[in-house]
Each structure stands twice: as C-alpha cells, then as structure tokens.
C-alpha cells in the first residue's frame, strides 16, 4: 500500500504536469493548432483534477477538502470544454472553475502557512500562493471573452495565458517543495 506521503508527492507531479501541459495548450504556436491546444488544455485539466484527487486522498482535514475543491474546479473547467465551444455556459463553467481552484489553493497556502514546520515549507507554499493568483488571473480572463468586442476578447486571452503560466509555476514549485 502506498503511503499519504507518496501519493502526495505523485499527485502533486500529476497536477504539476498538467498545469504545463494546459498552460502550453493555451500559448499562441504556429506549431500548435487550435484544436490541438483546445484538447491540451483539456487534458491539462483532467491531469490536474487527477493529481488534486491523489493528493486529497487521506485522512479527513482542511487540505483534503481543499485538495477535493481544486479537483471539482478542474472537473467543472474541462466540463466547459466539452460543451459547445461558443456558447457562455463554457465561460461560465471555466470561470467557476478557475475560481474553485482559487479557492482551493487560498485554502492550502493559508493552512500550511499556519502550520509550517520547517522554512522550507514556505517553498510550498508560495508555489501555493502563485497556484491561487494564476487561476485568479485565469478567471478573470474568462470573463473578458464573455464581454463584446476584439479588443476585451483579446485582453481576456492575455489574461489567460499569463495566469495559465504563473499556475503551471507554481504548481512545479509546489512539486520541487515536496522533495
């Protein structure tokens, strides 16, 4: 039987890679196709939901709960994938979603600072802090492409981009922290 340690470790990497891997889906490449970045911010977010889960698995408290909001937040933005590509109710479940994930990691960052045993938490928990801004970002990116208008659509996508990239950052801070 693998131990809570281990798995935390694994989901952490699971959760890690799927962060980079959504974040590249959404990058701008001339190597990349639209719908090919479309399926890898899908499958980032499936990754993440996986990697959340892994590491909720465990004993009862605020991080498990946490860990378990994170992973709804990943289920409901890849449930917006799946639903018709313009329609708002994509939007909205992608907002939702970055903003469960948010949540979720506010919740870790505040407890494992409350709880730092040793300074080289705080590494932990600053991969923590930048999750929780980069999925901010991320919202509030979303909700510029509900708004009319190229310009708001593009500043959305801005938006996205750089708080997909400051949540891949810190969630492979995060990672390394656990070593």
Do not use: C, H
Not at 123 to 151: F, H, P, W
């Amino acid at each position: 039987m693998v131990n809570r340690a281990v798995k935390e470790v694994i989901g952490s990497w699971i959760q890690a890679t799927g962060t980079v891997i959504a974040a590249i889906g959404v990058t701008p490449s001339k190597l990349i196709s639209k719908e090919m970045g479309n399926d890898l911010d899908l499958w980032g977010n499936v990754l993440q939901a996986s990697g959340n889960a892994l590491q909720a698995n465990g004993e009862l408290s605020l991080n498990k709960i946490a860990n378990e909001i994170q992973a709804i937040g990943n289920v409901t933005v890849f449930t917006g994938y799946l639903a018709d590509n313009d329609s708002e109710i994509k939007d909205v479940l992608v907002i939702n979603g970055n903003l469960l994930q948010a949540l979720g990691g506010g919740i870790i960052s505040v407890v494992d600072f409350e709880r730092r045993e040793s300074e080289e938490q705080i590494i932990i928990i600053l991969g923590n802090v930048l999750q929780t801004i980069g999925n901010s970002i991320q919202a509030i990116g979303a909700r510029y492409e509900l708004k009319d208008g190229k310009e708001m659509k593009q500043k959305g996508k801005t938006f996205i981009l750089v708080g997909s990239w400051i949540q891949a950052t810190g969630s492979v801070i995060a990672a390394i922290g656990l070593f």
